[in-house]
């Protein structure tokens, strides 16, 4: 829970910590909530995809040498075909992702930058995009639990 570890004080081990084990070390996923009135855009991985079925926020892993703000749109627009702007983080955390490897995410809210866009699946990761309640977030089989935790006081 961010939340716990944020609030913690580090004991004396954590502090004098010089083991390279100790550390994090992962890579860092950001993904985007696109949010239009009280609907919330996701896309569905496709057959041939581990993650077949599920639902996911769009965006993805963050380049060596990249800005944030750059590497969030670049995987937007590589998935969906449109661009975003970014608003604000919402939420950040780790997660362990299909292949085991960590990976530590952050969650920024977002909005479409055309309000006619034109969506542009990129097949090999996208197989559907829908417009979902907001309501209905946390019952939906998203990707990983711990975006649903990590959502949960934004989901109104």
């Known amino acids: 829970d961010t939340r716990k570890v944020l609030g913690s004080t580090p004991s004396a081990r954590t502090m004098n910590a010089s083991s390279p084990d100790d550390k994090f070390w992962g890579q860092v996923t ?21 993650a077949a079925g599920l639902l996911d926020m769009p965006g993805g892993r963050l380049h060596v040498g990249e800005s944030v703000v750059d590497g969030l749109k670049r995987e937007v627009f590589e998935e969906i075909g449109v661009g975003i702007e970014i608003h604000k983080i919402l939420a950040t955390g780790t997660i362990l992702i299909m292949s085991g490897n960590p990976s530590y995410f952050v969650i920024y809210e977002a909005s479409l930058v055309d309000e006619n866009p034109n969506f542009v699946l990129q097949s090999d990761e996208v197989e559907e995009l829908g417009w979902f309640e907001i309501k209905d977030f946390l019952s939906l089989p998203i990707i990983y639990k711990e975006y649903k935790e990590a959502l949960t006081p934004f989901l109104n």
Request: net charge positive.
């Open 30 to 50: 950001q993904k985007a909530l696109i949010r239009e009135g009280k609907k919330v855009l996701l896309n569905k991985y496709p057959k041939h995809d581990a």
